[in-house]
């Protein structure tokens, strides 16, 4: 390495042993997953009954009620740029007129849009005329630019959570403004609500603003207290680019090439966060308050699940600490574990008590997450999966399909037929039981993280990602799953999800 990539990597905080590591990775690559089964009701997702569900509502009331620190925790760092690719493909096209199926909806529908009314200023004050009056004309292309550029909405630059999504009487508003909304629903205790951004550094400013601007209003409309935090990506958790021989990728002026880790870099943010219970939900997955009723309601089933499970976890902690336990209590431990947490040792009968005592207590006292997951419509994405850990146990994992070994016709069909899908909708509980924080980035299956192909400036690389936040990044957690109704799914990965009845 040259003196200069040693002061690149010191200004970022990353070791040369680091490099090193990332560098065999990019030759050795990393293993496929070896899957057991598809995740499915009765095997490793709990469908509650409305009793049931009602239960799991009033454990967490009471939780609510204890006193415990709770944040909700939004990745929030997108910028929207992939929203609008086929808007950016029409204002570069050689025609004038919306030609695609996907155009034409969206110039058809302009009005039903959140933020119409902000993009006809924008027209008239750029253009000298309003929206009306240039597509009258035929100036489609004027519109669509007013909406992603600078000069205009810059929609195109712009955060996701800054968009205007949802029409309400009083105005338009934005993602970030939902979540503060649901923050207050569901995961305020002792009158305060906290909830965490983490945005990427050229849109901190601006997200700050407009949370000032708009904290109080909703503040005094659900009468609580909120505590409002951000963070930002670590460059520590950048990885270096390489040629397609392996070789270090290095930009025109001699410097190495990092890019982002991808949303597995957040376990570090989430691990600085100080709370007993975190909700993760992304930024995009909101909907209006006419349809939070069930959101809310489903956000307090499964958090009612995930202190359920642990405060029965760490009452059987404390019956192994205690050394006054049975033959008869090991086997009634060894079926919380099993039954209850999903996860199953295969050799188990193998170990002697001392070695049992200390697998169960490792299994038992470990960060918990309980995921929503919706029935599988065909969404791209991740899916509950039973799979084998480095330890030979066999526990429940979110997977993308890039962790699947696409040439094995078994692990494919499983991928293609599974039941469910993953909306990320997760609530984390992460301290152990004596109430002290899990150090996360202990519980993370580094073997997980995948390489992709990029290019930079027409020249191809190679790009590492670290394993991804809901996947290898909480790998060694206990995890459990809970379906969730397909009406608390509701992402915007184009504009034109927009228009989606559940977005109107």
Known sequence: MQQQDLEQLKAKGISEQQIETQLEQFKTGFPFLKIEAPASIGKGIIAPSADEAAQYVKAWEDYKASGKNIVKFVPASGAASRMFKDIFSF????????????????????????????????????????????????????????????EGLNY?????????????????????????????????????????????????????????????????????????????????????????????????????????GGHGALIENLNEIDADVIFIKNIDNVVPDRLKPETVQWKQVIAGVLVSLQKKAFEYVAVLNSGKYDHAKLEEIIRFVQQDMCCRKSDIKDLEDAELVIYLKQKLNRPMRVCGVVKNVGEPGGGPFLTYNQDGTVSLQILESSQIDKSNAEYMKMFTEGTHFNPVDLVCAVKDAEGKPFNLPDYVDVTTGFISSKSKNGKELRALELPGLWNGAMSDWSTVFVEVPLGTFNPVKTVNDLLREQHQ
């Open 156 to 260: 195109g630059q712009l955060p996701k959570g800054m968009l205007l999504f949802h029409k309400y009487a009083e105005g338009p508003r934005t993602p970030m403004e939902e979540h503060l909304v649901e923050g207050a629903l569901y995961a305020a205790s002792n009158g305060e609500a906290n909830v965490h951004f983490t945005v990427s550094h050229e849109h901190l400013p601006f997200f700050k603003q407009k949370v000032a601007d708009k904290m109080q209003q909703y503040a005094d409309k659900y009468g609580v207290k909120y505590n409002i935090s951000f963070s930002e990506q670590k460059p520590s958790t950048d990885t270096v680019a390489v040629n397609p021989d392996n070789t270090l990728f290095r930009n025109s002026d001699g410097s190495l090439l990092f890019r982002p």
């Open 91 to 150: 204002v570069d096209a050689d025609y004038d007129v919306p030609t695609t199926d996907f155009e034409k909806k969206y110039f058809a529908d302009l009005k039903k849009f959140a933020f119409y009314d902000e993009l006809d200023v924008a027209c008239q004050k750029n253009e000298g005329k309003g929206i009306e009056a240039l597509i009258a004309e035929g100036n489609y292309k004027a519109v669509a630019a007013n909406m992603l550029k600078a």
